[in-house]
């Protein structure tokens, strides 16, 4: 009797466990609002997944979702309801016009996209006729539709709490939404445009960092916080002025001329080929320890030189615009106020760089310069040359 009481006791425990270990569902209500003013509850839920059906360090995370469910309510009081699995898109919007309903997804990864036919824009849109659902094209979604109005990480803690709390308001969706790539909704593509980091046509692919890729397709200031709590700002393609304060974050000012602040100690800057004239501010005397990361860009691709106020310029490249003016700089003594306090490159660098050769530091490139003063500093003209036996070499 013991052994079945047991028995008993562990079932029901299990079943008030569902959809915590997996196999269950979770279900609630968000709030959209139309431009007209009209405000649309939209239902939605999800099929869980096992939460050990995964990495063991993602075990003591919710449960991840393998299908979603969205309920559109329509102005004649009937509702449509859409069903996607989840490891092939991500529902991020909805619209109603008229008595048609729209729900538009994103691909889950690049495979993901491949197998959904590569449209371009990325955006795998559906239209309900009033009989069924049809996958159409974005250019029949109404245009007042420029960003994802549906929550997108559902998975989170952080949306559980807000699930638990009642309807999930639309201001609340925006907010939640700020950091994720997916939320800019495009109305053209370039013809290679590939969602989730890949860019390509076919066997053609070209892989793009986070900070990449919202450098040349995203529009305005992303940020987001990893897990260790550390800030990440990324520009897009336009202008920007973008910054980070109190340390050890990253930041990016994208695609055009922008204003890069990184102030506090030990952050990242990143920058890659193409991204067109940063000017970038720190606020540590000294050394501020902070790390410039250069992607798509060699050591012996770089110049030096000072502008009209003697800040220091580094050139990336052919492009003289492909350029950060550093403007915490002190030309008369380099090593008073570091710039940053190394480069790190994506791709490993001939000797002598060091280690396994994919870092250089500011003491060492300052060390293979000539004296600042020299003519061809203040022309911008000063290059590093793959080194030869007997160390760095100035290319003439």
């Given at each position: 009797?013991?052994?079945?009481?047991?028995?008993?006791?562990?079932?029901?425990?299990?079943?008030?466990?569902?959809?915590?270990?997996?196999?269950?569902?979770?279900?609630?209500?968000?709030?959209?609002?139309?431009?007209?003013?009209?405000?649309?509850?939209?239902?939605?839920?999800?099929?869980?997944?096992?939460?050990?059906?995964?990495?063991?360090?993602?075990?003591?995370?919710?449960?991840?979702?393998?299908?979603?469910?969205?309920?559109?309510?329509?102005p004649d009081g009937r509702k449509v309801r859409w069903e996607g699995?989840?490891?092939?898109?991500?529902?991020?919007?909805?619209?109603?016009?008229?008595?048609?309903?729209?729900?538009?997804?994103?691909?889950?990864?690049?495979?993901?996209?491949?197998?959904?036919?590569?449209?371009?824009?990325?955006?795998?849109?559906?239209?309900?006729?009033?009989?069924?659902?049809?996958?159409?094209?974005?250019?029949?979604?109404?245009?007042?539709?420029?960003?994802?109005?549906?929550?997108?990480?559902?998975?989170?803690?952080?949306?559980?709490?807000?699930?638990?709390?009642?309807?999930?308001?639309?201001?609340?969706?925006?907010?939640?939404?700020?950091?994720?790539?997916?939320?800019?909704?495009?109305?053209?593509?370039?013809?290679?445009?590939?969602?989730?980091?890949?860019?390509?046509?076919?066997?053609?692919?070209?892989?793009?960092?986070?900070?990449?890729?919202?450098?040349?397709?995203?529009?305005?200031?992303?940020?987001?916080?990893?897990?260790?709590?550390?800030?990440?700002?990324?520009?897009?393609?336009?202008?920007?002025?973008?910054?980070?304060?109190?340390?050890?974050?990253?930041?990016?000012?994208?695609?055009g001329n922008d204003t890069v602040r990184a102030f506090g100690l030990?952050?990242?800057?990143h920058y890659s080929a193409g991204d067109g004239t940063d000017t970038?501010?720190?606020?540590?005397?000294?050394?501020?320890?902070?790390?410039?990361?250069?992607?798509?860009?060699?050591?012996?691709?770089?110049?030096?030189?000072?502008?009209?106020?003697?800040?220091?310029?580094?050139?990336?490249?052919?492009?003289?615009?492909?350029?950060?003016?550093?403007?915490?700089?002190?030309?008369?003594?380099?090593?008073?106020?570091?710039?940053?306090?190394?480069?790190?490159?994506?791709?490993?660098?001939?000797?002598?760089?060091?280690?396994?050769?994919?870092?250089?530091?500011?003491?060492?490139?300052?060390?293979?310069?000539?004296?600042?003063?020299?003519?061809?500093?203040?022309?911008?003209?000063?290059?590093?040359?793959?080194?030869?036996?007997?160390?760095?070499?100035?290319?003439?």
């Open positions: 009797m013991k052994l079945i009481a047991f028995i008993a006791v562990l079932v029901s425990g299990l079943t008030g466990c569902a959809g915590v270990v997996g196999g269950g569902s979770r279900s609630w209500k968000e709030q959209v609002i139309l431009p007209d003013g009209r405000e649309l509850i939209v239902e939605r839920s999800h099929t869980l997944g096992n939460r050990f059906d995964r990495e063991l360090s993602a075990i003591n995370s919710p449960p991840g979702a393998t299908a979603y469910v969205v309920t559109v309510p329509l699995e989840h490891k092939e898109m991500i529902p991020i919007a909805v619209a109603v016009e008229g008595s048609t309903a729209y729900v538009l997804a994103s691909p889950f990864n690049c495979r993901s996209y491949s197998k959904l036919g590569r449209p371009v824009p990325p955006f795998i849109v559906f239209k309900h006729d009033g009989r069924q659902w049809m996958r159409t094209t974005i250019d029949e979604v109404p245009q007042w539709l420029v960003e994802a109005n549906l929550l997108i990480a559902t998975d989170s803690q952080r949306a559980i709490n807000e699930f638990d709390k009642g309807i999930v308001t639309a201001k609340t969706v925006k907010r939640m939404n700020e950091a994720m790539i997916e939320r800019q909704i495009y109305r053209k593509g370039v013809n290679n445009y590939l969602w989730g980091g890949c860019l390509g046509v076919q066997s053609q692919a070209r892989n793009y960092s986070y900070t990449q890729f919202i450098g040349e397709f995203g529009d305005g200031i992303y940020r987001g916080t990893d897990a260790d709590g550390h800030e990440h700002a990324s520009g897009g393609r336009g202008s920007d002025d973008v910054g980070v304060s109190g340390g050890g974050n990253h930041v990016s000012g994208g695609k030990n952050n990242t800057i970038v501010w720190t606020n540590v005397s000294g050394n501020p320890g902070n790390v410039l990361r250069l992607s798509g860009i060699d050591a012996s691709q770089l110049r030096l030189g000072l502008d009209a106020s003697r800040y220091l310029v580094v050139t990336a490249g052919e492009n003289a615009d492909d350029r950060m003016v550093f403007q915490r700089f002190d030309a008369s003594s380099v090593a008073g106020i570091k710039a940053f306090d190394h480069i790190e490159f994506d791709a490993p660098q001939e000797t002598p760089l060091g280690g396994d050769g994919s870092t250089l530091s500011y003491d060492d490139l300052m060390a293979s310069m000539p004296s600042v003063k020299s003519r061809r500093w203040q022309d911008g003209d000063m290059s590093i040359a793959v080194a030869n036996e007997s160390g760095w070499r100035v290319a003439a």
